[in-house]
C-alpha cells in the first residue's frame, strides 16, 4: 500500500480546501479522478477532427495546399488576438509583460512570414488558375481575423484611408470612421468602382462586429496600451523596437508575401489576372499605396515617406 506520505497528505488538504471553497464535494472529484480514461494526444489535440476539415471543391490535388496554409494563418491570427486581449485586460501593465506579449505576436507573424513560401511555391501555377475558379467570390481579404488583429492594433484613425485621413481627428464614431476604412477600396471592382460582392458580404457578415471592437479597443489598443506604460518603459529600445516590428510584420512583411504569390500566380507580364474576389490586388496590396503605419511617432519623416519601398525591393528582387 502506497504510504500516505506529509507531502501528499499536504496536497490533498490543499485540494479538498480548493473545492470546499466553492462548495463541492471533494470525495465526487476523487471519484471523478478515478473513473476518467487517461487523456492521450490523439483526442485532446483532436487530430481526427483537424484532419477532416479540408474540404475542396475541385479534384486539384494542390487545392488542399491552398486550403490547409490558409486554416494555418487562421490559427496563427488567433493566438496572435489572444496576446492583445492579454494585454489590454491586463490592469496592473508593466514594460515586461508587454513586451513578452507583443514579442509572441511578432513571432507568429514572423512564422507566417516566412513560411509563405508554401503558398508562393508550393502549388502549380496551372492547377491554382483552374481551382481557384470555384471559390468565387471567397477571398483572403475576408480574414475577419486579421481586420480585428488590426483594429487591436491602433487607433482607429490610423485605419482609414490615408487620402481620408486629415478629415477626421479619431473622435468620431467608429462606425462613421469604419466607413472610409483603407481596405474597402481593395474590394472595388476595378472597371465600376463598385464594391465586390466579396466585400458586400464581409460586411453584412462582420461589420458589426468591427465597429463594436473599434468601440472597445478606442482605449486599449496596443498603441493606448502602451501609452499607460510608465515614461521609462516607453523610452525602452526593446519595447520600441518590438512595436516597429508589430507594424512591419502586419502592415509590410504579411502583405508583400501575398503581392509576391499574386505576381507568382496572377501576373502574366501583359495583363494580371484578377484576384478570386475581384480584389485590386495590384493597389491594395503593396505598403507603399497604402502607408498604413500604426505608430507613426516612432518612425522618421523619411521612413514614412518611403514606407515599405525597400521592402518592396529586397522581396520582389529578381521577380
Known amino acids: 500500500m502506497m504510504e500516505i506520505t506529509p507531502e501528499i497528505k499536504d496536497k490533498l488538504e490543499k485540494i479538498q480546501a480548493k473545492y470546499s471553497a466553492i462548495g463541492e464535494d471533494f ?3 476523487l471519484d471523478g479522478l478515478l473513473y476518467a480514461d487517461s487523456v492521450t494526444y490523439w483526442d485532446y489535440i483532436e487530430v481526427d477532427t483537424l484532419l477532416s476539415l479540408q474540404k475542396p471543391r475541385t479534384k486539384f490535388p494542390d487545392e488542399v495546399v491552398f486550403i490547409m496554409y490558409h486554416q494555418i494563418t487562421e490559427l496563427y491570427f488567433k493566438l496572435s488576438l489572444r496576446e492583445f486581449d492579454q494585454i489590454s485586460a491586463c490592469e496592473n501593465l508593466t514594460g515586461a509583460f508587454f513586451l513578452d506579449r507583443v514579442t509572441r505576436i511578432n513571432r507568429y507573424f514572423g512564422a507566417l512570414t516566412h513560411s509563405f513560401e508554401i ?13 481557384r475558379m470555384s471559390l468565387l467570390p471567397a477571398s483572403g481579404f475576408q480574414s475577419a481575423q486579421y481586420r480585428k488583429i488590426e483594429i487591436s492594433s ?3 484613425l490610423r485605419l482609414v484611408h490615408k487620402d481620408v485621413r486629415a478629415n477626421y481627428t479619431g473622435e468620431e ?25 466579396t466585400l458586400v458580404e464581409f460586411e453584412e457578415r462582420y461589420r458589426d462586429q468591427f465597429i463594436a471592437l473599434g468601440e472597445k479597443k478606442r ?5 493606448q496600451c502602451y501609452l499607460r506604460l510608465s515614461k521609462e ?26 503581392y509576391k504569390s499574386a505576381v507568382r500566380y496572377l501576373h502574366t507580364g501583359k495583363t494580371d489576372v484578377a484576384a478570386t474576389g475581384g480584389t485590386n490586388w495590384q493597389k491594395y496590396l503593396p505598403p507603399r499605396f497604402q502607408k498604413r503605419i500604426f505608430y507613426p511617432t516612432l518612425w522618421s519623416e523619411q521612413e514614412q515617406e518611403e514606407w515599405g519601398k525597400s521592402w518592396v525591393d529586397e522581396v520582389m528582387k529578381g521577380e
Open 154 to 156: 491602433t487607433d482607429f
Open 233 to 258: 518603459d516607453q523610452q525602452n529600445p526593446d519595447i520600441i523596437a518590438a512595436l516597429k516590428q508589430n507594424d512591419i510584420n502586419v502592415n509590410v512583411n504579411w502583405p508583400l508575401a501575398h
Open 119 to 131: 503558398m508562393i511555391d508550393g502549388m502549380e501555377r496551372e492547377q491554382f488558375l483552374k481551382f
Open 219 to 223: 482605449t486599449s489598443n496596443l498603441w
Open 27 to 29: 470525495n465526487a472529484y
Open 173 to 197: 464614431s467608429i462606425s462613421e470612421l469604419f466607413e472610409h476604412i483603407y481596405w474597402k477600396e481593395g474590394a472595388t471592382e476595378i472597371a465600376s468602382g463598385k464594391k465586390t460582392l
